[in-house]
């Protein structure tokens, strides 16, 4: 009798479950792994905040909180504390709705991990509001990103404020200012001026401006490899990105490239050429130029034909030094591509 009681509760079941779409239950997965692949992905920098996996650190943990998406949209939209809104176009409610189902994956952190920076303990006034106000977690304790951005128009405090208010017009009209094209996804949110101060502001702007100095927007670009009768020619431009009458030159330049081993330069072109000499730290032969200076909008072309072509492994890779306002600048020349 039991047994018959059993299989009559259960027979309504059989047909409903055979009914279920084929995907009925691939879907959540589905929506999880994108959730993964945004939160670890080139298009959101939340982690620099809240952790690597979502454990917290500067800002609060999210894993395992099981928050309901209304309550995860409201703290992206309109977040009660020093974090910035972000808005539809910069991500969409699909894509929190996937954040939040990939968070709900996670176990609970059992305590919050460490702030991506921390505040050092001879640090100046600017540079502590930075860090505690969550600018330097994501830019850097120097802020050497946006340095470049301000040093390209040789930025003043009304159009740095803008940027922090109103990113997300202010981004693209300041990329619109320097002639390039807009394409990627705007990833820091608008900051609420009655959660963050203008004085704070003024003080971290006074910081970079007059304690770390602006650096020059200066670019390297390798061309892809053309293949030449005694073996391959590559094209290199070094250009400063500033506005021209606005933007800051570089001065005292000197740029590296760093050879594919057993290879040999065989001609060059472009002014400044210094030969090729062995560099221990970057364990390969490097061919220099000096460069006396270039600024806003001026740029220089270089060639260099060497006996073989970079290989996926050894590829050209190089560097541009140069003296800054107020210590030597680094940037890395874009690899050439194969």
């Not at 620099?48 to 409201?74: I, M, V, Y």
Request: charged share 20%.
């Amino acid at each position: 009798m039991k047994k018959l009681i059993i299989a009559l509760l259960m027979s309504p079941l059989v047909p409903a479950l055979a009914a279920l779409p084929a995907n009925a239950q691939a879907a959540p997965d589905a929506k999880v792994q994108a959730g993964k692949a945004l939160w670890d992905g080139p298009n959101t920098q939340c982690r620099n905040c809240h952790g690597s996996n979502g454990e917290g650190a500067f800002g609060p943990d999210l894993a395992g909180r099981k928050l309901s998406l209304a309550q995860f949209t409201q703290a992206v939209r309109k977040p009660w504390g020093i974090m910035p809104a972000f808005i539809g176009s910069q991500i969409s409610d699909d894509e929190l709705g996937s954040l939040a189902a990939y968070f709900d994956t996670l176990p609970a952190a059992a305590q919050p991990g460490k702030w991506r920076f921390e505040v050092p303990a001879n640090a100046a006034r600017g540079q502590q509001v930075a860090l505690n106000i969550g600018c330097a977690q994501c830019h850097g304790p120097t802020m050497n990103g946006p340095l470049g951005n301000m040093g390209a128009v040789d930025m003043d405090f009304d159009w740095f404020k803008a940027l922090v208010y109103t990113h997300t017009d202010a981004l693209p009209a300041h990329v619109a200012r320097l002639d390039e094209k807009f394409t990627q996804r705007i990833r820091m949110g608008n900051f609420n001026p009655m959660r963050v101060y203008e004085t704070q502001l003024t003080e971290i702007y006074n910081w970079l401006k007059n304690d770390v100095g602006f650096r020059a927007r200066v670019a390297g670009r390798l061309g892809k490899a053309v293949p030449a009768s005694n073996g391959a020619t590559y094209e290199l431009k070094v250009e400063n990105e500033g506005l021209a009458e606005r933007g800051l030159a570089a001065e005292g330049l000197a740029i590296r490239l760093m050879l594919p081993a057993g290879s040999e330069v065989i001609s060059t072109t472009g002014a400044g050429y210094q030969g090729v000499k062995p560099d221990e730290a970057a364990k390969a032969n490097v061919a220099t130029w000096t460069l006396p200076r270039i600024g806003g909008r001026e740029h220089q072309t270089y060639s260099i034909t060497l006996s073989k072509a970079g290989t996926a492994a050894d590829n050209l890779r190089g560097e541009i030094r140069w003296k800054g306002a107020r210590t030597a600048e680094n940037q890395a020349i874009n690899p050439a591509p194969l």
